[in-house]
């Protein structure tokens, strides 16, 4: 018997993301389903995931509020193109400290996805009913981040991965979400991290040492989490680690912008 994924018979919100909160947040019961779900996304990120998941750190919705380039498919593979947030932090406070003009480049990390037997985007109605809508006539813009990536999760069923990721969209349809829903199913997926070549592409071999430091965590506070990407920005980071490496603001200039 051939396989069949069971993502091409899902026709509710719920079908796909278990988490979800479906009530109108007017119904009495509104408070109770919506803890009864962040009980479920929280047992679940406490799970590991499939080893058929290459470069982990990247999924379990760590890209979250990147901004979501596009999705291509060739043969049997898939691919979602990510903006990293981190990245394009790093890049406007160079702007902001010399004064540059933003370069509108993409600084990229890859979802891939292998043996792809079904891929397919979808939005949902005012009752949660799934409809299908193409992602890739929502055009992206790097000016006003118009896909943002929120976040994604894995099912796995019969020995093969079904991926689903939820894309923010500002640009909403008449009786449809502004969330936009990737579905997947494949046999194998990785992250392919290819920031690094882009940066030195941009500001040269200058930025390498002061990106690995940024990656290794180097000199960063005990307290918040999320520094610098959220707080203090890397204007705060790099004016503590461009010395560190002999290097000033004006070493990181756009040599291919």
């Excluded at 018979?9 to 962040?38: F, Y």
């Excluded at 941009?202 to 520094?227: H, Q």
């Amino acid at each position: 018997m051939s396989y069949r994924t069971w993502l091409k018979d899902v026709t509710h919100l719920n079908d796909i993301s278990p988490w979800e909160s479906t009530l109108d947040g007017c119904h009495k019961d509104w408070e109770k389903m919506d803890e009864a779900r962040d009980t479920k996304l929280f047992d679940y990120w406490k799970k590991p995931l499939s080893e058929r998941i290459q470069n982990q750190r990247f999924f379990n919705s760590s890209m979250h509020d990147s901004q979501f380039i596009g999705l291509s498919q060739e043969d049997n593979k898939a691919i979602i193109t990510l903006n990293d947030l981190d990245a394009e932090t790093l890049i406007n406070d160079v702007c902001e400290i010399n004064n540059l003009k933003h370069p509108g480049v993409v600084i990229p990390i890859d979802f891939e996805f292998q043996d792809v037997v079904y891929c397919t985007s979808l939005r949902h109605d005012l009752k949660f009913k799934l409809r299908y809508d193409n992602i890739t006539t929502s055009t992206s813009s790097n000016s006003d981040f118009q896909l943002n990536f929120r976040r994604d999760w894995f099912f796995e069923q019969e020995e093969r991965l079904q991926f689903i990721c939820e894309i923010r969209s500002s640009r909403a349809k008449q009786k449809l979400s502004d969330s936009i829903y990737i579905l997947i199913d494949c046999a194998t997926a990785t992250a392919v991290d290819r920031r690094l070549p882009a940066l030195k592409k941009l500001f040269g071999p200058n930025i390498a040492p002061l990106w690995n430091d940024y990656l290794n965590r180097i000199d960063f506070p005990a307290k918040p989490i999320y520094y610098p990407q959220y707080v203090g920005g890397f204007i705060d980071y790099f004016n503590r680690r461009l010395p560190v490496h002999g290097l000033t603001w004006n070493d990181l200039k756009f040599q291919n912008p």
